[in-house]
């Protein structure tokens, strides 16, 4: 792999930026939209066929929830036909394809966290397509591992953290959602996630026990209402005046999109295959509150 790069798509995307930050030494190419896009195929393949990397990291997607329930065309080619493709190169050439999915193939009903094995039933078209490409992936090339995520937020790009900051200088009150639940994700974490499967991939060569789905989330669990409550926590340690934060119900916030209740995902099949376990969700939210504030500070005064 040292001769060749791995191939991260998504772009300026926050997982794809945190796996560009995360590279070190690594041979690393990043490619996204224009020169990259699911909409054009022949372009898309033709880029990866120049770059002819050793490995792919699939972070690219059709994530705009509520907007998919009324694209699902343009949702199933981002999600399902684009890393299709991906994985027919990846089986043509012989190489690895990490592809990142979602908790949104469950419709949050277990009322305990989920194992990979537990059935899947998703309730939008974003979780249907990609669950779609999960399956696509599977079926198409042998090399495949699959990372269903959650909740991942930075400290850049549109994510709830950054939502709830921006909110809290705006507003004295604010109301979020405390009857879903989840575990929050720090892009920062997951992209360290997938680099050690890619290091791992390229020390010991391909094991048969690598391939398939794994859960890979923040540890611990959250409400929407709780995690905000953190985020403005911390940011009261920056000098900044927490908001009051009022707890509503989902019916209080319709959305298009239904979302999962409760969508915790049980990670110990990750850390049983690879040693890995992504840090508690309450470290890597302060770490990622603090790095907003750095970045604010150092582009000084608006």
């Given at each position: 792999?040292s ?18 930050d ?7 190419t ?17 880029l ?24 699902a ?14 994985a027919?190169?990846?089986?043509r ?5 990490i592809?990142?999915s ?6 949050g ?8 094995s ?8 974003y979780?249907?397509?990609?669950l ?9 090339t ?10 991942v937020?930075?400290p850049?790009?549109?994510?709830f953290?950054?939502?709830?900051l ?14 879903q ?30 391939r398939g789905?794994?859960?890979a ?11 905000a409550?953190?985020a403005?926590?911390?940011?009261a340690?920056?000098?900044r005046?927490?908001p009051r ?7 209080g ?36 509150v ?6 604010r500070?150092a582009?000084?005064?608006?």
């Open positions: 792999m001769r060749r790069p791995i191939l991260i798509t998504g772009g300026s995307g926050q997982l794809a930026s945190a796996l560009v995360a590279a070190g030494d690594r041979a690393l990043c490619v996204g939209r224009p020169s990259f896009d699911f909409d054009r195929p022949q372009e898309m393949m033709a990866v066929r120049g770059i002819a990397p050793a490995l792919i990291v699939n972070a690219a997607a059709y994530t705009a929830v509520d907007r998919a329930e009324s694209d065309d343009a949702a199933r080619r981002a999600n399902r036909d684009g890393p299709a493709a991906l027919e190169y990846c089986a050439m012989g190489i690895p394809l592809h990142v979602t908790d949104y193939v469950f419709d009903l277990k009322g305990a966290p989920y194992l990979e537990d059935a899947t039933n998703p309730t939008t078209v979780g249907a397509t990609k779609a490409g999960e399956q696509a992936v599977l079926e198409i042998p090399q495949a591992v699959v990372l269903r995520t959650s909740w937020y930075a850049l790009g549109k994510n953290v950054l939502t709830m921006k909110l809290a200088e705006q507003r004295d009150v604010l109301r979020v959602v405390a009857d639940i989840g575990c929050p994700t720090a892009a920062a974490d997951l992209a360290q996630a997938i680099l050690a499967i890619a290091d791992r991939i390229d020390a010991a060569g391909w094991n048969d026990d690598f789905v794994f859960h989330a923040g540890t611990g669990s959250v409400t929407w209402h709780g995690f409550c953190a403005f926590e911390n940011a340690r920056h000098g005046r927490p934060v009022d707890a509503i119900t989902t019916s916030y319709p959305t298009p999109a239904r979302r999962p209740p409760d969508s915790r995902l049980d990670c110990g099949k990750l850390g049983r295959v690879f040693g890995l376990r992504l840090s508690p969700w309450q470290n890597s939210l302060a770490r990622t603090d790095e907003v504030f750095r970045r500070h582009l000084g005064p608006s």
